[in-house]
């Protein structure tokens, strides 16, 4: 901070955002065009380390780190388990995308066309000001995030507990051999 | 940095993952479409939470993680299952020979 | 606690009175948990017994909570148990009762695996009945994952049957795309309101001019439940999911789930959205009439009852929503739509539980749903033939069975208001009733005039359970027609839905 000048800091932000923001979106467009399921899987890896960094850009170093390990680390391995176990079913010549291609893309960029009109409407050049305000000033400590957590949304954590424990028995039952 | 940056890249995120799931076949492949979705929306939370100097956007963003981590892995396990009971007709008709 | 407060934590100020009902339903899943690990195999006839008491058990806070009769709020209004939440907790648990007593024989003679079975079950209605309480985007979306990730497995029981799998797969992947567009409305409301409280939310969308975003965020709401709820044109994993899934399953799926889908829609829009009517009501309008015409014109043609069942579900679904689409009119009538819902929610319940019912017990025996396999039930089996028809007729709307109370709710509620939208939508609702009087009445003549088709007549051995599980069901379909005071007095209470904290 003291060696870079506020403005600096801020053009060099808003360089990391726009690398990130190609990459995601073109990892973003691979994932659902190519043909290879294995590939999919690790373009949705470069999509999802591309948005811890943008976490970070956003000062929500905490998020970021359980986006690596809960995101990265378990749900992209278990896709990979889920192709592995699976594979011999993709035969060859089986395409995997259903004739629609034209009509989706139409409903898909229409769809973003209304957001962006939305979201610049109501927005519109708002700034961001990450620059200069402490993360307790953001409220975006991890004491906070966690009084936020275990006092003001008690219930929803629990219920996310019994959650996780019904989907775990169901999910044994149902994947395993018998 | 505007808001609208991470705003408009989380819409394109929305945008892909919904193309996705209307163009995809395979199942683990829809799953994956959804996964985008859902960044899209954890994208919009953690902004938010920095636009507004509050934690609530970063805990819902938790919670949203822990239900994908949930949704994926039950997935995971209907489709292995709906692949080894096809898979497993054939291994009864190989014990079948083997008498 | 202590040690909580010496690092200067504040012990969250939780009422463990108003959360007992929970709190029992955690308990038993934990004794399911219990005695499915080290029970046994012994133990396996003990779990239907012990989920129902349970179930019956968690009734208990409930009634207390009633006769308290104090609105309790949680968590600066997060977290609300009033009269409104209590009518729904106790729908959902005797709803969850009845389809034990449903599964009890069916799962057990199957190749199931029984205790995940019951577990999985209390997991789902514990989502649901945290659902009647929740009152900010939070807790709605954890309670509604809650109840359906549970369901979305249950659906897939039967391991073996291909039309089971594609059941559970066609489901989930709806509900998950569901709850993902949900959430991004979700998202766009907390950053342009600042809170995830409902009434928070309302507070700060106010205004004449709507801008685009709130639209949006409300369109995408709104469609986030109408998957649900299978409105049309959401609702094409409804049929499949119904017809693939075990029976007792669908009952489950047909009632509960839809129940609390309407629920939270209805939550979240009279409380969240009741000062933006322009964008929610001519949504939900549309919806309801698509919902109830399409609901009934496919219905005609099913030769499946549990088909022309979903089908039918999907058309009650429509009459459920066309009351919320003129709640924004005014105060009263919102507070008459949420009297309609409510009031033909615990309806249904109760007569397509029972449908159900019928249909499970019939298939022992002849081992199909098709409308034709019914013929000369009558003859063989004359109360499964009254009962069934009892509830078609309780469908159809026939006075004295509870659906015509129910119907009737619904005409007061969009005639209240006196716009043109409502008369409009009035009278789409009864059009739909006489088509669908064809179908329901079709079933009845099958079982009454037609001969069993392969002509064997013995008597179907209906198992304690269900008798059980048709004794109430009728019970009520009976009781509520006769006397709908009964009901309108729980749900006509002046401060029914205590709308914020």
Redesign the interface.
Same mark, same amino acid.
């Given at each position: 901070m003291s060696i870079l000048a506020v403005t600096e800091v801020?053009v060099a932000?808003?360089i990391a /955002?726009a690398i990130i923001?190609v990459g995601?979106?073109v990892a @973003?467009?691979r994932?659902?065009t190519t043909e290879n399921?294995v590939h999919?899987?690790l373009w949705?890896v470069v999509?999802?380390a591309g948005?811890a960094g943008?976490?970070i850009? #956003?000062?929500?170093e /905490?998020?970021a780190i359980?986006?690596v390990l809960?995101?990265i680390g378990?749900?992209v391995v278990?896709?990979l388990? @889920?192709?592995m176990?699976?594979r011999?079913?993709?035969g060859e010549g089986e395409?995997?995308?259903?004739k629609?291609?034209a009509?989706? #893309?139409v409903?898909?960029?229409a769809? /973003?066309a209304?957001?962006?009109?939305?979201?610049? @409407?109501?927005?519109?050049?708002?700034?961001?000001e990450?620059m200069g305000?402490s993360t307790a +000033? #953001? @409220?975006?400590t991890t004491a906070?995030?966690a $009084?936020?957590? /275990?006092?003001?949304?008690?219930?929803?954590? +629990?219920?996310?507990s019994?959650? %996780?424990?019904?989907?775990?028995?169901?999910?044994?039952? %149902?994947?395993r051999? $018998? | 940095?505007?808001?609208?940056? &991470?705003?408009?890249?989380a819409?394109?995120? &929305?945008?892909?993952?919904?193309?996705?799931v209307?163009?995809?076949?395979?199942g683990?492949?829809v799953?994956?479409?959804i996964?985008?979705i859902l960044?899209a929306v954890?994208?919009n939370l953690?902004?938010f939470?920095?636009?507004?100097?509050?934690?609530?956007?970063?805990?819902f963003?938790? &919670?949203i993680?822990?239900?994908?981590?949930?949704? !994926?892995? !039950?997935g995971?396990?209907?489709?292995?299952?709906l &692949?080894?009971n096809?898979?497993?007709i054939d291994i009864d008709a190989v014990d079948q020979l083997k008498g | 606690m202590n040690i909580l407060a010496a690092v200067g934590?504040?012990n969250?100020p939780?009422d463990w009175h108003a959360?007992a009902p929970e709190l029992v339903l955690?308990g038993l899943?934990a004794v399911l948990?219990l005695v499915d690990a080290f029970g046994g195999e012994r133990s396996r006839w003990a779990m239907p017994s012990l989920t129902g008491i349970g179930l019956l058990a968690a009734l208990i806070p409930v009634a207390t909570l009633a006769y308290d009769g104090v609105v309790r709020s =949680?968590?600066?209004g997060?977290?609300v148990v009033d009269n409104y939440a209590l009518l729904f907790k106790a729908l959902f648990l005797i709803a969850g009762y009845v389809v034990v007593l449903l599964s009890t024989n069916y799962i057990a003679e199957g190749d199931y695996?029984e205790g995940?079975y019951y577990?999985?079950l209390v997991? *789902?209605l514990?989502?649901m009945t945290?659902m009647a309480s929740a009152r900010d985007l939070? *807790?709605v979306f954890?309670?509604l994952?809650?109840l359906s990730?549970?369901a979305y =497995?249950?659906a897939?029981w039967r391991?073996r049957d291909l039309g089971s799998e594609e059941a559970?797969m066609k489901y989930y992947l709806m509900g998950v795309f569901a709850s993902a567009i949900l959430l991004y409305g979700m998202s766009l409301l907390y950053g =342009?309101t600042g809170s995830t409280l409902l009434v928070d939310i309302a507070g700060a969308i106010e205004g004449t001019e709507v801008?685009?975003?709130?639209?949006?965020a409300v369109v995408l709401v709104v469609v986030g439940f109408a998957f649900k709820v299978s409105a049309v044109p959401f609702h094409t994993w409804a049929p499949d999911t119904y017809q693939g899934a075990p029976t007792p399953v669908t009952a489950f799926l047909a009632v509960g789930s839809k129940a609390a889908g309407f629920v939270a829609l209805m939550t979240v829009v009279l409380i969240a959205f009741p000062t933006q009517p322009r964008i929610f009501e001519p949504l939900i309008w549309a919806l309801a009439a698509v919902t109830m015409i399409v609901g009934n014109l496919i219905a005609l043609r099913q030769t499946n009852l549990v088909r022309m069942l979903a089908y039918s579900g999907v058309a009650q679904a429509g009459y459920i929503l066309a009351p919320l689409a003129v709640a924004g009119v005014s105060g009263a009538s919102a507070a008459m739509a949420v009297e309609a819902v409510s009031t033909y929610l615990v309806i249904y319940a109760a007569m397509n539980l029972g449908a159900f019912a019928v249909v499970i017990a019939v298939a022992r025996k002849t081992g199909s749903a098709e409308i034709d396999s019914y013929g000369g039930l009558f003859s063989y089996s004359p109360v499964l033939a009254v009962c069934m028809s009892v509830f078609l007729f309780s469908l159809a709307g026939i006075p004295p069975l509870a659906g015509w109370y129910g119907k009737l709710t619904i005409f007061l509620a969009l005639i209240e208001p006196g716009t043109l939208a409502g008369y409009i939508l009035a009278v789409i609702v009864g059009l739909a009733s006489v088509i669908a009087l064809f179908y329901y009445a079709r079933v009845a003549k099958v079982m009454f005039v037609d001969p069993a088709p392969d002509g064997d007549t013995t008597p179907i051995r209906v198992p304690m359970s269900l008798a059980a599980a048709l004794t109430i069901t009728v019970a009520v379909t009976l009781v509520v027609g006769v006397l709908p005071q009964v009901l309108a007095r729980v749900t006509g209470a002046e401060t029914f839905l205590s709308i914020g904290g």
């Amino acid at each position: 901070m003291s060696i870079l000048a506020v403005t600096e800091v801020l053009v060099a932000q808003n360089i990391a /955002f726009a690398i990130i923001a190609v990459g995601v979106v073109v990892a @973003g467009v691979r994932l659902v065009t190519t043909e290879n399921v294995v590939h999919a899987a690790l373009w949705l890896v470069v999509v999802l380390a591309g948005i811890a960094g943008l976490y970070i850009l #956003l000062a929500a170093e /905490f998020t970021a780190i359980v986006q690596v390990l809960v995101y990265i680390g378990a749900i992209v391995v278990l896709f990979l388990f @889920g192709i592995m176990l699976t594979r011999a079913r993709l035969g060859e010549g089986e395409t995997v995308n259903k004739k629609m291609r034209a009509p989706a #893309l139409v409903i898909a960029v229409a769809m /973003f066309a209304l957001m962006a009109y939305s979201l610049w @409407g109501y927005f519109g050049s708002t700034e961001l000001e990450v620059m200069g305000r402490s993360t307790a +000033e #953001l @409220g975006q400590t991890t004491a906070q995030v966690a $009084d936020t957590l /275990f006092l003001t949304y008690l219930i929803p954590f +629990e219920v996310v507990s019994v959650l %996780l424990l019904a989907a775990l028995t169901g999910a044994i039952v %149902l994947a395993r051999r $018998d | 940095m505007l808001l609208n940056q &991470f705003l408009l890249l989380a819409a394109v995120l &929305f945008c892909i993952g919904v193309y996705g799931v209307l163009t995809r076949r395979n199942g683990v492949m829809v799953l994956m479409s959804i996964e985008l979705i859902l960044n899209a929306v954890n994208i919009n939370l953690i902004a938010f939470g920095t636009y507004l100097s509050d934690a609530t956007g970063q805990a819902f963003a938790l &919670f949203i993680i822990a239900v994908a981590a949930a949704e !994926v892995g !039950v997935g995971l396990a209907i489709v292995l299952m709906l &692949f080894r009971n096809r898979r497993s007709i054939d291994i009864d008709a190989v014990d079948q020979l083997k008498g | 606690m202590n040690i909580l407060a010496a690092v200067g934590v504040d012990n969250p100020p939780l009422d463990w009175h108003a959360l007992a009902p929970e709190l029992v339903l955690v308990g038993l899943l934990a004794v399911l948990l219990l005695v499915d690990a080290f029970g046994g195999e012994r133990s396996r006839w003990a779990m239907p017994s012990l989920t129902g008491i349970g179930l019956l058990a968690a009734l208990i806070p409930v009634a207390t909570l009633a006769y308290d009769g104090v609105v309790r709020s =949680m968590f600066d209004g997060a977290y609300v148990v009033d009269n409104y939440a209590l009518l729904f907790k106790a729908l959902f648990l005797i709803a969850g009762y009845v389809v034990v007593l449903l599964s009890t024989n069916y799962i057990a003679e199957g190749d199931y695996w029984e205790g995940e079975y019951y577990q999985l079950l209390v997991a *789902s209605l514990l989502g649901m009945t945290v659902m009647a309480s929740a009152r900010d985007l939070i *807790s709605v979306f954890l309670a509604l994952e809650l109840l359906s990730i549970p369901a979305y =497995m249950l659906a897939a029981w039967r391991k073996r049957d291909l039309g089971s799998e594609e059941a559970g797969m066609k489901y989930y992947l709806m509900g998950v795309f569901a709850s993902a567009i949900l959430l991004y409305g979700m998202s766009l409301l907390y950053g =342009m309101t600042g809170s995830t409280l409902l009434v928070d939310i309302a507070g700060a969308i106010e205004g004449t001019e709507v801008p685009a975003l709130v639209a949006l965020a409300v369109v995408l709401v709104v469609v986030g439940f109408a998957f649900k709820v299978s409105a049309v044109p959401f609702h094409t994993w409804a049929p499949d999911t119904y017809q693939g899934a075990p029976t007792p399953v669908t009952a489950f799926l047909a009632v509960g789930s839809k129940a609390a889908g309407f629920v939270a829609l209805m939550t979240v829009v009279l409380i969240a959205f009741p000062t933006q009517p322009r964008i929610f009501e001519p949504l939900i309008w549309a919806l309801a009439a698509v919902t109830m015409i399409v609901g009934n014109l496919i219905a005609l043609r099913q030769t499946n009852l549990v088909r022309m069942l979903a089908y039918s579900g999907v058309a009650q679904a429509g009459y459920i929503l066309a009351p919320l689409a003129v709640a924004g009119v005014s105060g009263a009538s919102a507070a008459m739509a949420v009297e309609a819902v409510s009031t033909y929610l615990v309806i249904y319940a109760a007569m397509n539980l029972g449908a159900f019912a019928v249909v499970i017990a019939v298939a022992r025996k002849t081992g199909s749903a098709e409308i034709d396999s019914y013929g000369g039930l009558f003859s063989y089996s004359p109360v499964l033939a009254v009962c069934m028809s009892v509830f078609l007729f309780s469908l159809a709307g026939i006075p004295p069975l509870a659906g015509w109370y129910g119907k009737l709710t619904i005409f007061l509620a969009l005639i209240e208001p006196g716009t043109l939208a409502g008369y409009i939508l009035a009278v789409i609702v009864g059009l739909a009733s006489v088509i669908a009087l064809f179908y329901y009445a079709r079933v009845a003549k099958v079982m009454f005039v037609d001969p069993a088709p392969d002509g064997d007549t013995t008597p179907i051995r209906v198992p304690m359970s269900l008798a059980a599980a048709l004794t109430i069901t009728v019970a009520v379909t009976l009781v509520v027609g006769v006397l709908p005071q009964v009901l309108a007095r729980v749900t006509g209470a002046e401060t029914f839905l205590s709308i914020g904290g």
